[in-house]
């Protein structure tokens, strides 16, 4: 007995196991250990060593680290691990990193890659090939295949078409509830992730739907049309997949029916793909605001990212003149009281952050659908309310300082009307902006900014001076 228990303490021939690197730390960041382990193994090309690091990996880390490599480990990565390596990781990376990788890889590894992927992953992968390369990968593929995701391919990007999946189970609506589960049951290649069956009449047009708990709640002998939902949840594949996600959010749905224009059955929308669809939009609304081009990513080059950002800041600088005109318009006032200069940008600032959140808030509303002709105007009024409210306050909050400051309480109520003025108009230019684009039909996210910016700098001077000269010339 005690032999056993000296012989359990005692450490392997090999010494101690190390515990298994961990992909991240306690804080959620990348381990710089684990991403110089993976290095190591790609450049030493030791592929079981680089099978023991990401053996459990979900494809979400496995894009993760893709990302956080080097460009030219990337794609010998995806060599070393073969058949271990899911291509399901290419749909969570930047689409720049993903072109560059696919760049690199052969033709038929990219085949082989996506022959197991589901259609909307795959077509995510292929709609990033030049389109000669495309062709050859498609050409690679079971005719089956190849059909269901050129069919795909030729729906309009950002379409509902785009983003669904192929893989669907349909059955007739004289089936019964037993000849249906026992189809589930033994046929092999049927979806991943399903939610409700399919009823198709033999031309393939949609004629129902049976939620699974439904199904499985219902006797074996019941048609399957007896217990179908003759109204299911659709969508026409040429819809836009914005258009889609609201309708989701909307009825939260877990799924939906693709047609096309004949209402036939091409494919089904789940929610998981409407998840990247909302993040995706949200995204680019956030980027347009700032006057970045929505598909900007992190990984994009220097001059390319440079390029995109110019156009806006160009037009910034150009609308800053008609601001500096105003300046320049109250030059002898400015001279004689150098006060005016140093609050003049307190009053910019202001006006400029007042703007911003009331264009924030009517943009994002708009997209939303929740700002519209029913209530504009009284969105419009409670803006100008809220304006008028913050500029009285702050009025009194920096006219008490800019008094005290200069000693003179003149000034003090010159920024204070200022303030007023400015935050009012803030308000109303920062959502009668948004409002006139989108009437025009021009996206307010994308073009609201220089707006808002302009109007509120030259509202904010021209009150600030008008007053300073108007109130010291009496």
């Given at each position: ?15 101690p ?6 992909f991240?730390?306690e ?58 390596f ?6 969570e ?25 589901d259609?909307d ?5 292929l ?10 990968v498609?050409?690679?593929l079971?005719a ?6 050129q069919?795909?391919?030729d ?13 669907f189970?349909a059955?007739?609506p ?6 249906t ?13 399903f939610?409700?069956?399919f ?5 393939g047009?949609?004629?129902?739907a049976?939620?699974l ?7 074996r002998?019941i048609?399957i049309?007896?217990?179908?939902d003759?109204e299911?949840?659709?969508v026409?594949?040429t819809?836009?997949?914005e ?5 989701f ?11 096309d ?10 929610v ?24 900007e ?10 390029r ?5 800041l160009?037009?910034?600088?150009c609308?800053?003149?008609?601001a ?9 006032s ?9 609050l ?5 600032s202001?006006g400029?952050?007042a ?12 997209a ?25 306050v702050?009025a009194v909050i920096?006219g ?7 000693q ?7 920024i204070?009307l200022a ?6 108009f ?6 009668f ?8 039909g ?10 808002v ?6 509202v ?15």
């Open positions: 007995m005690m032999e056993v228990e000296n012989s359990a303490t005692l450490p392997p021939p090999d010494g196991i190390p515990p298994p690197l961990a991240r730390d804080e959620g960041e990348l381990n710089p250990e684990f991403l110089a382990a993976a290095a190591d193994a790609i450049e030493a090309s030791d592929a079981e060593r680089l099978r023991e690091l990401v053996e459990d990996f979900h494809e979400s880390e496995l894009g993760d680290l893709l990302e956080a490599l080097a460009p030219e480990h990337r794609p010998r990565l995806i060599e070393l691990l073969g058949s271990a899911d291509f399901t990781a290419l749909t990376v930047d689409e720049a990193v993903r072109e560059e990788i696919l760049e690199e890889l052969e033709t038929s590894t990219v085949a082989e890659g996506v022959r197991d992927l259609s992953d795959a077509v995510t992968i709609e990033s090939l030049p389109d000669e390369e495309k062709a050859e498609l050409e690679q079971p089956m295949e190849r059909v269901a995701l069919r795909s391919l729906y309009p990007e950002d379409s509902a078409g785009r983003r669904m999946q192929t893989e189970i059955v007739p004289f089936w019964t509830v037993g000849q589960i026992d189809f589930m049951r033994e046929t092999a290649d049927l979806p991943e992730t939610y409700e069956i009823v198709i009449d033999p031309a047009h949609l004629l129902g049976v939620a708990d439904r199904l499985l709640r219902s006797k002998p048609t049309q007896e217990i179908m003759d299911p949840d659709r026409e594949a819809e836009h997949q258009e889609v996600a609201r309708l959010e909307r009825f939260n749905l877990v799924s939906a029916a693709v047609v224009e004949a209402n036939r059955l091409v494919g089904v929308i789940l998981d793909d409407i998840v990247d669809v909302l993040e995706e939009e949200a995204d680019a609304d956030i980027k347009q605001l700032g006057g970045v081009k929505p598909d990513e992190l990984s994009d080059t220097i001059l390319y990212t440079q995109s950002r110019f156009p806006w160009f037009a910034n600088m609308t800053a003149f008609l500096a005109g105003v300046i320049r318009a109250f030059e002898d400015i001279q004689s009281m150098v006060a005016l200069a140093i003049m940008p307190i009053v910019a202001m400029g952050n703007g911003t959140q009331t264009m924030t808030v009517a943009v994002r509303a708009l939303t659908r929740d700002l519209g002709r029913s209530n504009a105007w009284r969105i419009i009024l409670r803006e100008a309310a809220v304006g008028l409210l913050n500029g009285i702050f920096m008490g300082m800019a008094a005290l400051w200069f003179s309480p003149e000034i003090g109520l010159v204070g303030l007023i003025t400015v935050l009012t803030a308000a109303l230019g920062g959502i902006v948004p409002l006139t684009l989108n009437r025009m021009v996206d307010p996210a994308v073009s609201s900014g220089p707006f910016t302009t109007i509120t700098d030259i904010g001077f021209f009150s600030f001076l008008g007053i300073a000269t108007l109130w010291f010339n009496l």
